[in-house]
């Protein structure tokens, strides 16, 4: 059992930059891969970005490649996103997830791929 906890949202103004963190408890997470998935308002959850084991590999979506920067410290049990050049559009509650997904990085975008939620933070950016 993976418990996580997501912390460091909150409002930013457009252009601005915000990083979110993601703490985890209970089994070691360093054996999950783990992503960033968001969700707005009305909107369904989508993918932001996704990091392996070892973090040898990043995946992004198209919509925030280049800005966000997913990270993670094993020995911490902390997975991060930086985000950077903030848009109104990303405005979202993010949240963190832990699976297992094995393949190509389609699979890593996939939400039924990830076994453990966390509850999410709110990312409000403003025009």
């Known amino acids: 059992q993976v418990t996580l906890v997501e912390s460091g949202g909150g409002l930013v103004q457009a252009g601005g930059s915000l990083r979110v963190s993601c703490a985890a408890s209970?089994?070691?997470?360093?054996?999950?891969?783990m992503g960033w998935f968001r969700q707005a308002p009305g909107k369904e959850r989508e993918f932001v970005a996704a990091i392996t084991r070892d973090a040898a590999f990043t995946y992004y979506a198209d919509s925030v490649r280049g800005r966000f920067t997913i990270s993670r410290d094993n020995a911490k049990n902390t997975l991060y996103l930086q985000m950077n050049s903030l848009k109104p559009e990303d405005t979202a509650v993010y949240f963190c997830?832990?699976?297992?997904?094995?393949?190509?990085?389609?699979?890593?975008?996939?939400?039924?791929?990830?076994?453990?939620w966390g509850q999410g933070t709110q990312v409000t950016v403003s025009s």
């Open positions: 997830a832990a699976g297992n997904p094995v393949g190509s990085s389609n699979y890593y975008r996939m939400r039924n791929n990830y076994y453990y």
């Open positions: 209970g089994r070691t997470v360093s054996t999950y891969a």
